[in-house]
């Protein structure tokens, strides 16, 4: 069904030996993909909370920092400064589809730690855009 390749790759001969290029691992790749997801979940999480202050969104946003933190080696992750502009209804569901892609990944990589707090700000982004009282009372 499929014809057998016959020549050599080229992405192999180019480097000359393989070991002449660094290699990330499986997991050394999900844990920058998952980094990734959460410090711009992170992002998102302080934008909401200089529109509508609330200690739940500081306590989500110190918990995603140190995730961050935690799958970067330590590092504090940089924090920007929030806009306190835009419409939180469109803030909830970015966040909420961050969450939900810092899910799978943290699943796929067996974290239970940020498939937990990616699961629990799923739900906190899907309560608050099934109440409209929360999201008027931003306006």
Not at 6 to 11: D, L, M
Not at 45 to 51: K, P, Q, V
Not at 61 to 69: D, H, K, P, S
């Amino acid at each position: 069904m499929y014809e057998p390749i016959r020549t050599k790759s080229v992405h192999s001969t180019m480097a000359g030996t393989p070991s002449d290029f660094p290699h990330r691992s499986r997991e050394e790749e999900l844990d920058i993909q998952l980094a990734g997801h959460l410090s711009a979940l992170l992002a998102v999480t302080d934008d909401l909370c200089s529109l509508t202050p609330s200690t739940d969104l500081d306590a989500a946003a110190e918990r995603l920092a140190g995730e961050v933190g935690r799958l970067r080696g330590g590092r504090t992750p940089l924090r920007a400064t929030p806009t306190a502009a835009g419409d939180p209804a469109a803030l909830h569901q970015r966040a909420h589809a961050l969450a939900g892609r810092a899910l799978v990944v943290a699943a796929s990589r067996a974290d239970t730690a940020a498939a937990i707090l990616a699961a629990e700000r799923m739900d906190a982004h899907a309560a608050a855009l099934a109440d409209p009282k929360e999201l008027s009372a931003a306006h």
